[in-house]
């Protein structure tokens, strides 16, 4: 794992960011957090040794892996990953403060089978994340961009899926879940028009027991937002 952490800005990104620039304000816990835990649990997508990931020296073990894009605060991560102790789970999200929150989160559980990243998920899949080497890939409440001008800074589009499905193994899991309705009707557009991907629900999937509710999801429902779940699974 790599220690060229620093505190600040994120890392130089291209102009067509999926994320909304946001300054970095971390109040003394959660930059004490980030100094004593970083070291051991995170490290930059852009970091030193920048070739694909070594799971085996970043969790200590090869279990199937799990990715989250855009952890948030980390509580949906820090939750299933303590549910799930057979898969690693790796986090990657481009918001410090969220970052400082889920390397508590992990602590506090006393987790050892969660990673975080920071930087672009883009990147991170691009660069680091070899083909065909993800159990699931978890994009929860991805930031919906409403105004047509910004619908290409979505994650959720033809060009990125592909990248997404080609990182999953055959068989893996991509769950894709919204509280904004029309961007649910593109995320099941998008994935049914991608020809590696199957959805067996054939539309919406019921709502996974084992998603927890994030803080993100708490706000969409108590504004009536409905939530949707996608959840494909890579054939080809
Ligand atoms: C609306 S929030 C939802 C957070 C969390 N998944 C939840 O349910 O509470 C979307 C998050 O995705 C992150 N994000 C968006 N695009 C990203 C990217 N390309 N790489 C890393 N993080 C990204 C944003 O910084 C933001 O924290």
């Known amino acids: 794992m790599s220690d ?35 070291p051991t649990l995170g490290f930059s997508v ?15 073990r090869d279990a199937p892996l799990v990715l989250e894009i855009g952890s948030g605060m980390g509580e949906a991560v820090a939750a299933m990953a303590a549910a799930d102790p057979g898969r690693d789970y790796l986090a990657v999200e481009a918001h410090l403060p969220g970052i400082a929150n889920l390397l508590l989160l ?16 883009l990147e991170l899949l691009r660069h680091r ?3 065909g080497s993800l159990d699931a890939i978890h994009v929860f409440f991805p930031d919906p ?7 290409k800074r979505r994650i959720v589009q033809p060009d990125h899926v592909a990248l997404m499905r080609s990182r999953l193994a055959v068989g893996g899991v991509l769950h894709v879940a919204t509280d904004w309705a029309p961007y649910a009707e593109v995320v099941l557009e998008v994935l049914a028009a ?20 994030t803080s993100f999801e708490r706000r969409g429902l108590d504004l009536g937002h409905e939530i949707t779940d996608v959840v494909v699974r890579r054939v080809a």
């Open 145 to 151: 961009w409403p105004k047509k001008r910004h619908h």
């Open 106 to 121: 992990v602590e506090a559980a006393g987790l050892t089978n969660v990673r975080v990243a920071h930087g672009d998920a």
């Open 129 to 131: 994340v070899p083909e």
């Open 194 to 213: 991608d020809p590696g991907l199957e959805n067996p629900h054939g539309g919406p999937a019921p709502r996974p027991a084992h998603r927890p509710v």
């Open 4 to 38: 060229d952490f620093t505190f600040g800005a994120p890392e130089p990104h291209g102009p067509l960011r999926t994320f909304h620039p946001r300054r970095a304000t971390l109040g003394p816990a959660r930059r004490e957090a980030l100094e004593r835990l970083w």
């Open 46 to 60: 852009h970091g030193t040794g920048d070739g694909p990931l070594d799971r085996r020296a970043l969790f200590g």
